[in-house]
């Protein structure tokens, strides 16, 4: 899942050139997921 930074609409997958397919932008992120991992200290 990517995400545009000028128009601010996700994107499920990329296919060939890195590009916005709704603004034509090439500045794209990689959408983290929400989970939090917590590790106990020793």
Known sequence: MY???IC???IP???GK???P???SR???KVRPK???RVQAR
């Open 35 to 37: 989970v939090i991992k």
């Open 8 to 10: 601010k609409k996700e």
């Open 27 to 29: 500045i794209l992120v």
């Open 13 to 15: 997958k990329i296919e």
């Open 18 to 20: 890195v590009i916005c």
């Open 22 to 24: 709704y603004c034509g």
């Open 3 to 5: 995400k545009c930074l």
